[in-house]
Each structure stands twice: as structure tokens, then as C-alpha cells.
């Protein structure tokens, strides 16, 4: 298990197709970044490039094996629309928590 926020984090198991294996940590960096940027946009108050960041969320996820990415988006896009500040980041902290506990089994 990894370590974080002072405590231990179960693993979130996915599977991927092995043809993914050499573009998901790209993918999944990316994610990082979008969350620092989202985050960044929240305090600018740039709803419009929050939603965008969550609809291409709610786009790649799934094609990557990522189901929960997708959701998250989702969620993060719906909340970017309606200018739901704390619906982003309650979405925003979930999809944190699934990066930092995802591991990719490929199979």
C-alpha cells in the first residue's frame, strides 16, 4: 500500500489492455497536471476551462481503462456548468485520491 496524508491507502486495482502499457503513465500525469490546473482555475474563477478539463476527462477516460476518470469528469464538468464551487472540488479531491491509489495491472 502507499503511504499518504499520514495514513495507508488501499489500492485501487485496474486493468488495462497491455497494447496501453506504454501511454498510461502519460495518462495518468496528465491527470495530475489537470488537477493542478482545474485547481488553478477554481481560483481564478474560470468555470468554462474547468468544464472543458472535465468534459476531455469524461472523453479519455474509459478508452484507457480509467471508468473512474470518466465519472469524475463527468461530475467535474456538471459542476463547472452550474458554478458549483465546492461540487468541483468534492470531485476534484476524489479523482486526487484515485490517482494517488490507482495501480494498473495489465492484462
Same mark, same amino acid.
Given at each position: ?31 495530475? +497536471? !489537470?488537477?493542478?490546473?482545474?485547481? %488553478?482555475? =477554481? ?7 474547468? @468544464? ?30 452550474? +458554478? !458549483?464551487?465546492?461540487?468541483?472540488? %468534492?470531485? =476534484? ?7 494517488? @491509489? ?6
Amino acid at each position: 500500500m502507499r503511504k499518504g496524508k499520514g495514513k495507508f491507502l488501499d489500492k485501487i486495482i485496474v486493468q488495462c489492455d497491455p497494447d496501453l502499457e506504454d501511454l498510461i503513465p502519460g495518462y495518468l500525469n496528465n491527470r495530475e +497536471k !489537470d488537477i493542478v490546473a482545474i485547481r %488553478e482555475s =477554481l481560483d481564478s474563477g474560470d468555470f468554462e476551462k474547468v @468544464r472543458t478539463l472535465g468534459h476531455s476527462m469524461k472523453g479519455s477516460g474509459g478508452g484507457y481503462g480509467f471508468d473512474e476518470v470518466t465519472r469524475m469528469g463527468s461530475r467535474i464538468e456538471s459542476a463547472a456548468l452550474a +458554478k !458549483d464551487v465546492e461540487g468541483v472540488e %468534492e470531485a =476534484l479531491q476524489e479523482l486526487e485520491d484515485y490517482i494517488n @491509489r490507482v495501480e494498473v495491472v495489465f492484462s
